[in-house]
């Protein structure tokens, strides 16, 4: 399954949804994903060097409709108030954007 821009049908329902975009050997992806797997986030991960939609949309610019990004991983959180994308470990924004929010889950 291709993991896009989902914004619109996530926020269709209730709580906070994690993609995480990740590529192997990603020396902060790791530690991304570890942090979301140690706080009991449900979470998508797309390796985005199998899947070349995801590629596209991670690193296409943003006039275009993608994201600008040319380092994983890529973080995107949307929830019922937006949407919100980073790239890098940053567990400032995880903990802003998800596992310090009450609809995290």
Do not use: F
Not at 6 to 35: E, L, S
Not at 80 to 93: A, I, M
Not at 94 to 102: G, M, P, Q, S
Request: neutral net charge; proline residues 5%; hydrophobic residues 35%.
């Amino acid at each position: 399954m291709t993991i896009t821009n989902i914004t619109d049908r996530i926020q269709a329902r209730d709580g906070v949804a994690v993609v995480v975009y990740t590529t192997p050997g990603c020396v902060q992806c790791g530690p991304t994903v570890k942090m979301l797997n140690k706080a009991g986030i449900v979470y998508t991960e797309v390796d985005i060097t199998t899947d070349q939609t995801a590629y596209n949309y991670v690193t296409g610019p943003r006039e275009q409709g993608g994201l600008g990004y040319k380092a994983a991983p890529v973080v995107v959180v949307s929830t019922t108030d937006g949407y919100v994308d980073w790239n890098g470990l940053r567990p400032d924004l995880i903990r802003t954007h998800i596992t310090a929010r009450n609809d995290a889950a």
